[in-house]
């Protein structure tokens, strides 16, 4: 193929996914839902873009907030969304589906007058589909005289271009008005106006994929065989039948019929799978794969999709595919399998990062005794932190690259800030621990897991804990089965853990090699987060860290820095040593930036503006001295 700026681009349904986190049950009775990004075209886009595609994204979306989600959801997935656009006076469609058995998967759309079906022929523009290798289009997108013009234009465009056009034939009969509303589930009514439809299509087709009753709909036959005979003398398509479990057949135009089994692997959830086959197949042919190697990647992602909830976040990232391809043993269930599994979070949920800059002010009993001595209320604590808020604002106005700053805030006191920082987008750390409590105990005497239901999704999970690894067994071991239990608790629930450990004031010697000892004991037992925050370690030390972390789960975002309330210069020496190791992804410091200006405003010595300009300062100072140390 000719090299083009992308690879794909995806032209159709671009919806929301409410998944009932219920199952085994009817959706009349789901309570929780979980939101994803959806639609077949929006789905195989992330796909790609996981596997490392250069896919874009051509529909529309509401001009509301289910819109901006959709947008930015394919935006973090690494989805080029320069074409995808608003449709003023639309909503952004609604999928609500759960998973009553496995086989039974309700689910209604919520599409009257939806955004994506008002994509017509002038959101079409030709340089964009001549820039691509491939253009791939959904049967849906045929359903409406608008949405039909639009594609017939792109096609127009690609076969002008040489690029090459694949049709997902994608069909639902309720969203051509053939079933009842909540009729989702519906796969298959014959109707001669879809077929007329797809047929119109199919001379300019290079691939055309389905399901045996998609198929059946393209070919206009309730015979397969009939219906594949059918298409061919349309055209010149390859064509692929997804056989689900079985896996599926590859027909050439020209040469031998292809058949690839499919993985055993045990069925979870099939909605999305055909999205995530798509998705490899095309993966493996933008490789000039054969036949056989498209269909194989393309089961390989369809059996990860499978065994997990939700469509779009199922889709597998190219490390997560090599390493399920590489196994000597296919794992009947890939999402309990415990490496699989933090490939699919650490490849798929996290975000390269470059350096942070954060201000780290969850501190309650430090300011709580600070108040205590000046004979103030605990409730000038919110004040304060309110305060420190503004200055990390001023910081972030006038440093050229604001979205490196970062904060860690507590629910005690600091909830509203936690509520501010979220809404200006900042890295936001929230903490979970009891301060200064060994064994670690949290917070909220409630299950982890129920208190970070309730967190903003892109809040970080801080939780400190003073750690040794020679500690006595009763401790060591409360203390690594209440860490064990929250990073089960993050996992679930798809949230970052920023592990703080604390070495020192243990009551056991520390030297090079205590704080790798203790990192090594949490990899262990299976416990990988996504941030370390750790005391600043000595020039020999380092090696000993960037080795556990390399051995263990060189996905980690990295290592940030702690300040133990220590002066500038202290902080300066530690940041020379640490600015050259890969892994110490920048700071984390709290007192050494507020502890002045907390002591004077509390005892009246200086007022809020003073605050605020203190804490700017200082922050901003502690910024420049790690950036003058970084190659």
């Not at 820039?131 to 049967?139: D, F, M, V, Y």
């Not at 903490?431 to 005497?445: H, K, M, N, Q, Y």
């Not at 020496?573 to 050259?580: D, G, L, Y």
Request: proline fraction near 5%; charge should be neutral; charged fraction near 25%.
């Amino acid at each position: 193929m000719t090299e083009r700026s992308l690879d794909v681009i995806c032209l159709g349904r671009a919806t929301v996914d409410l998944y009932g986190q219920q199952s085994g049950g009817r959706l009349e009775d789901m309570q929780t839902f979980a939101k994803y990004v959806g639609g077949s075209s929006a789905n195989v886009a992330v796909g790609l873009a996981r596997l490392g595609a250069r896919a874009s994204m051509l529909t529309r979306v509401g001009d509301e907030q289910m819109g901006t989600f959709v947008r930015e959801a394919l935006a973090t997935a690494g989805v080029d969304v320069t074409h995808v656009r608003t449709a003023p006076g639309r909503l952004t469609g609604l999928v609500v589906l759960g998973i009553a058995a496995r086989d039974q998967y309700p689910h209604i759309f919520f599409r009257e007058n939806c955004a994506d079906m008002a994509l017509d022929a002038t959101d079409v523009d030709e340089s964009h589909i001549a820039s691509s290798r491939l253009l791939a289009i959904t049967g849906t997108h045929l359903s409406t005289p608008t949405t039909a013009a639009a594609v017939h234009r792109a096609v127009g465009y690609a076969r002008r271009h040489g690029t090459r056009v694949v049709l997902d034939v994608d069909y639902r009969p309720v969203l051509w008005g053939l079933a009842a509303a909540g009729d989702g589930a519906n796969r298959y009514v014959a109707s001669s106006v879809v077929t007329a439809a797809v047929a119109e299509l199919l001379p300019s087709c290079d691939l055309v994929v389905g399901t045996e009753e998609e198929i059946r709909i393209a070919g206009g036959a309730a015979d397969t065989d009939v219906a594949v005979a059918n298409i061919r003398a349309a055209g010149q398509a390859t064509i692929v039948v997804k056989r689900g479990a079985a896996g599926c057949t590859v027909l050439p135009h020209v040469g031998t019929p292809v058949d690839v089994q499919g993985f055993p692997v045990e069925v979870f959830n099939t909605l999305g799978a055909g999205d995530a086959f798509l998705a490899g197949f095309l993966h493996a042919l933008l490789q000039d794969g054969d036949w056989n190697t498209c269909a194989r990647i393309g089961n390989a992602c369809g059996a990860l999709a499978v065994s997990r909830h939700g469509c779009a976040p199922a889709l597998p990232s190219a490390i997560e595919l090599s390493d399920f391809l590489g196994r000597d043993v296919t794992p009947r269930q890939p999402d309990r399998d415990s490496r699989l599994h933090h490939l699919h979070v650490a490849t798929t949920t996290r975000r390269p990062r470059s350096d942070l800059y954060v201000l780290a002010f969850d501190h309650r009993r430090q300011l709580e005794q600070l108040a205590a001595s000046c004979g103030l209320p605990a409730d000038r604590i919110r004040v304060f932190k309110g305060l420190v808020a503004d200055a990390v604002d001023r910081v972030a106005d006038r440093l050229p690259q604001a979205d490196r700053l970062g904060v860690i805030v507590d629910d005690r006191y600091g909830e509203e800030v936690l509520a501010r920082m979220t809404r200006a987008g900042r890295w936001t750390g929230r903490a979970i621990e009891v301060p200064g409590s060994r064994p670690v105990e949290f917070e909220s005497r409630e299950n982890c897991g129920l208190q970070l239901l309730g967190w903003p999704a892109k809040h970080v999970v801080k939780c400190l804990v003073f750690y040794h690894p020679d500690d006595a067994l009763p401790l060591r071991l409360a203390q690594e089965r209440r860490i064990t239990g929250l990073w089960r608790d993050t996992v679930r629930l798809e949230r970052e853990l920023l592990l703080e450990v604390i070495v020192t004031n243990c009551g056991h010697p520390v030297d090079d090699t205590t704080v790798a000892r203790s990192m090594q004991r949490f990899y262990n037992l299976g416990v990988r987060p996504a941030w370390w925050k750790l005391e600043p370690p000595t020039r020999d030390a380092w090696p000993r860290i960037v080795d556990a972390i390399e051995a263990n789960d060189p996905h980690c975002n990295g290592v940030l820095l702690l300040g133990l309330d220590a002066p500038e210069h202290v902080l300066g020496a530690s940041f020379e040593v640490a600015a050259p190791v890969r892994q110490c992804r920048g700071f984390a410091v709290g007192r050494s930036i507020f502890g002045a200006a907390a002591r004077d405003w509390m005892r009246h010595a200086i007022d809020d503006a003073a605050v605020v300009d203190d804490i700017a300062t200082r922050y901003r100072r502690l910024i420049d001295l790690w950036r003058s140390q970084r190659p």
